[in-house]
T-cell receptor
Framework: DGGITQSPKYLFRKEGQNVTLSCEQNLNHDAMYWYRQDPGQGLRLIYYSQIVNDFQKGDIAEGYSVSREKKESFPLTVTSAQKNPTAFYLC???????????FGSGTRLTVV | KNEVEQSPQNLTAQEGEFITINCSYSVGISALHWLQQHPGGGIVSLFMLSSGKKKHGRLIATINIQEKHSSLHITASHPRDSAVYICAVSSDGGSQGNLIFGKGTKLSVKP
């Protein structure tokens, strides 16, 4: 079955370390997105990519980086520059125009 | 002020009740999405609509573009409907895939 796979489900990181969250989709979707969810807040866009080898910053890109070398993969790196990285991270994909929007199951990152 | 507002924030219902969740938005949109988030965190897309009404099983979504308002209705609610329901819009000023999210409505259906 087609879908989005995020791994790992839970991740612990020491302060000052970079960490990479994986997102893979087999839906043949062109567009992929990374969102951050904090308690009591709506999801906020970190980065998005509409095509391979191209991506744009979202509303809260500072302290994060991404790559899109393959259509299926859109990994997110949380760098040590991100001041408050503890959050729930969701990856999503869609075809152009926002149709077929599909979310992954999320990664909960905790900085210790 | 948030661009997407949902009400109520929390909702408790008895099994079998008819439920309505409301969403108001302040931006021009190309589409509105209703999403369901279960306690584990995964999100499922329920509806994407740009006009009128859509129905899927016991779920009905309506949108009034002139009034910038949408409702999600659940008929004959069941405890398995307990989840957070999220309204999100695609702004017509930006990339259609980039969504602006409401904060969600937490629904609890008691048996």
């Amino acid at each position: 079955d087609g879908g989005i796979t995020q791994s790992p489900k839970y991740l612990f990181r020491k302060e000052g370390q970079n960490v990479t969250l994986s997102c893979e989709q087999n839906l043949n979707h062109d567009a992929m997105y990374w969102y951050r969810q904090d308690p009591g807040q709506g999801l906020r866009l970190i980065y998005y990519s509409q095509i391979v080898n191209d991506f744009q910053k979202g509303d809260i890109a500072e302290g994060y980086s991404v790559s899109r070398e393959k259509k299926e993969s859109f990994p997110l790196t949380v760098t040590s520059a991100q001041k408050n990285p503890t959050a729930f991270y969701l990856c999503a994909s869609s075809i152009q125009g926002g149709y077929g929007y599909t979310f992954g199951s999320g990664t909960r990152l905790t900085v210790v | 002020k948030n661009e997407v507002e949902q009400s109520p924030q929390n909702l408790t219902a008895q099994e079998g009740e008819f439920i309505t969740i409301n969403c108001s938005y302040s931006v021009g949109i190309s589409a509105l999405h209703w999403l369901q988030q279960h306690p584990g965190g995964g999100i499922v897309s329920l509806f994407m609509l740009s006009s009128g009404k859509k129905k899927h099983g016991r779920l009905i979504a309506t949108i009034n573009i002139q009034e910038k308002h949408s409702s999600l209705h659940i008929t004959a609610s069941h405890p398995r409907d307990s989840a957070v329901y999220i309204c999100a819009v695609s702004s017509d000023g930006g990339s259609q895939g980039n969504l602006i999210f409401g904060k969600g409505t937490k629904l609890s259906v008691k048996p």
